[in-house]
């Protein structure tokens, strides 16, 4: 069974940078997003990448995050720079989902979906003010 595994979650102050770290040994994804889900929030899609390199952001993100691969190493990696306590959240990647890629207004999302995909356990990540 494929069991993707972030890391790079931490607490950080308003402004600074983390970078987040998605792979599974030996498993090479196709596409690959990442979700957020906060304290009494919905789940969202942040980011989403395909085998074709493209890409898709949350609004409240673009221009903040950077979604990228390497395929040698079965990694993705979200880079978030300028980081607002909104961004505060538990952040689950997940690899050949399925899933619908953006904001579809009135149809909420759950996440993790271990039917859809394979999904890490997430990692949280803390801004504070």
């Known amino acids: 069974e494929v069991q993707m595994m972030e890391s790079g979650g931490g607490s950080v102050q308003a402004g600074e940078s983390l970078r987040l770290s998605c792979t599974a040994p030996?498993?090479?994804?196709?596409?690959i997003s990442w979700f957020r889900r906060a304290p009494g929030n919905e789940c969202e899609m942040v980011s989403h990448m395909n085998n074709d390199g493209s890409t898709w952001y949350l609004d409240s993100v673009k221009g903040r995050f950077t979604i990228s691969r390497d395929n040698p190493k079965n990694t993705a990696y979200l880079q978030m720079n300028s980081l607002k306590p909104e961004d505060t959240a538990v952040y689950y990647c997940?690899?050949?989902?399925?899933?619908?890629?953006?904001?579809?207004?009135?149809?909420?999302?759950?996440?993790?979906?271990?039917?859809?995909?394979?999904w890490g356990q997430g990692t949280q990540v803390t801004v504070s003010s």
């Open positions: 030996g498993f090479s994804f196709n596409h």
């Open positions: 997940a690899a050949d989902h399925g899933l619908w890629v953006g904001v579809i207004p009135g149809i909420r999302r759950v996440c993790p979906l271990p039917s859809a995909g394979y």
